[in-house]
């Protein structure tokens, strides 16, 4: 699946921003339907970790403790796009977000950068104090 994140930006401690990833089908025909989404970050000098994830199969949705309350993950099916919806934004929110596709469902695979297959391109987040 090719994915094109955007919403990125500058915004004060406390501000919101909403992140949009489109997908389209991939080579393999794979559709947004039968794709779970994810969203990461990656800070400079850091790992990229996990932030949510919506399950395709089951439409559960979960989060990182430091964003859990904040931010909130949703699917547009008719627009082929999932969307981070974050609220009360941190400095420590800082990063640069990706979206991601996987073809597993549960918890522990959806929470893991291995289990994705198809990655976009990232959207710069800065949150100033």
């Known amino acids: 699946v090719q994915l094109q994140a955007s919403g990125g930006g500058l915004v004060q401690a406390g501000g919101s921003l909403r992140l949009s990833c489109t997908a389209s089908?991939?080579?393999?025909?794979?559709?947004?339907?039968?794709?779970?989404m994810g969203w990461f970050r990656q800070a400079p000098g850091k790992d990229r970790e996990f932030v949510a994830a919506m399950s395709y199969r089951t439409r559960s949705t979960w989060y990182a403790d430091s964003v859990k309350g904040r931010f909130t993950i949703s699917r547009d099916s008719a627009r082929n796009t999932v969307y981070l919806e974050m609220n009360n934004l941190r400095p420590e929110d800082t990063a640069r977000y990706y979206c991601?596709?996987?073809?597993?469902?549960?918890?522990?695979?959806?929470?893991?950068?291995?289990?994705?297959?198809?990655w976009g391109q990232g959207t710069q987040v800065t949150v100033s104090s």
């Open positions: 089908v991939d080579s393999l025909g794979r559709t947004f339907r039968t794709s779970s």
């Open positions: 991601a596709t996987s073809p597993y469902y549960t918890y522990s695979d959806l929470t893991s950068t291995h289990k994705y297959d198809s």
